[in-house]
Every structure is written in C-alpha cells, then in structure tokens.
C-alpha cells in the first residue's frame, strides 16, 4: 500500500523508520502494520515504535484512518552487554514521527492512538484525563493534534467485552468550516483550563500541561 510506503525509511535524526509486517485483515482495505527504529548499524528496535492498522477509507464518504499503539522509550544494544537508553520525546523526535503519520491521512479522516499502556507517556496522559485535562493538553495529545489534527477527544466504546484499549481521536478537518469549528472548540477547552485554578495537579504537571496550552494557542491564532 503506497501510503504506507511512504513512511518506510523515514529519518528521524540517527534513525531511520523501518515499514515491516504488512498484512492484509479481514476486513477489505484494512492493513496491519508495524514500524520499527533502525540504527546507523541497520539494527532494528525489538518492538515496534507504531503497531496498528490503517485503512484508506470506504463507502458513504469515509476517508483514510489509523489506529494505533505507540511506544517512545527504547534499549539499543550499544556494546557487548551494554544497553544504551533512548526516548522519542528527545530533541521532540516524536513530533516529527507524528507529522509523518498525520501527513498520511487526508482531510476528514481521523486517527486513533491507544494510551493504555506502561511508558510514562501513556501513563502521563491517563493520569492528566483523570484529573480534568483535555485531551489536546495531554502529553499524547499535543503530539495528535500537531501532526495536523484539530480536534481531540478521549474514546472508549464499550462493546460487550471488545472495547479495545482506550484511545484519543483526532480529527482532521474536512474543510476550512470545519477548521474553524474544531479549532474553536479546541481553543475553548484550553482557555477554561487556563482560567481554571485546581490543587490536583502537581506543580510540574501544572506547568508542562500551561506549557502546551500556550502552544496550542498559539498554533490556532497563527491560522
């Protein structure tokens, strides 16, 4: 699938993206995928740094959509019996393979990522819905909604025992309308949260979500 073509050696400064395990699912257009992190040496992370599914659309108007799982902490054997640590979220090497991914989907379409899991962003990003924050202000959420998507939500479907994992949603604009309004919507959000005094954050929680607020903000004026 050429769309998922275009990811495959991407470079994320000393890495480079790695498309492999593409398959087709049970249901037509669907396609499993996964993304690795390939090193100056050609060695590939153990586990994927994206697992999910993308799909190009279908009938009534549907356009193209991923879900996804996401994992931005990894080890490198560096050496014999020597493992090196690395996180995406360093020189914000995340957001640039969320543009990669968000570059993908066309206007209209939506993009799903999974937050149930054990890395600190997925932790940090439960614990801020929890306590009130919007979606757009969690830290899995700002880089959603900077890889071009202008409306967040937080997604949980029950459906009988298969919900899935819980998940933000982005939505991508179909339109400079709908622009507007998701934009709008967003800026709302952000505004009630900065006006919005509350003890239960902690004092570093408080200034990392103030600190996408403004960042946000500021993406929307500039349009």
Known sequence: ??????????????????????????????????????????????????????????????KAWMDLEYREEFEFLERANSMASFSLSSSHLNRKLFRYLGDIIPPGGHFMVSYEGEQKIHTMTFKSLILGIPPVLTPLGILIFLAGFQYIKDWY???????????????????????????????????????????????????????????????????
């Open 157 to 223: 479907l029950a459906e009988g025992g298969h919900e899935g994992p819980r998940k933000l949603w982005g939505e991508k604009a179909p339109d400079a309308k709908w622009t507007e309004v998701f934009y709008q919507n967003t800026a709302q959000q952000t505004m009630k949260f900065l006006r919005k005094k509350s003890n239960l954050l902690s004092n570093e929680l408080e200034e990392q979500t103030r600190k996408r607020a403004k960042e946000v903000l500021k993406v929307i004026r500039r349009i």
């Open 1 to 62: 699938m050429k769309e998922l073509e275009i990811l495959n050696k991407k470079r994320l400064n000393d890495f480079v993206l790695y498309l492999g395990e593409v398959k087709q699912l049970r249901l037509s257009g669907w396609k499993g995928f996964k993304l690795y992190l390939q090193d100056r040496r050609g060695v590939l992370t153990e586990l994927p740094v994206i697992k999910g599914i993308y799909s190009a659309g279908g009938k009534d108007g549907v």
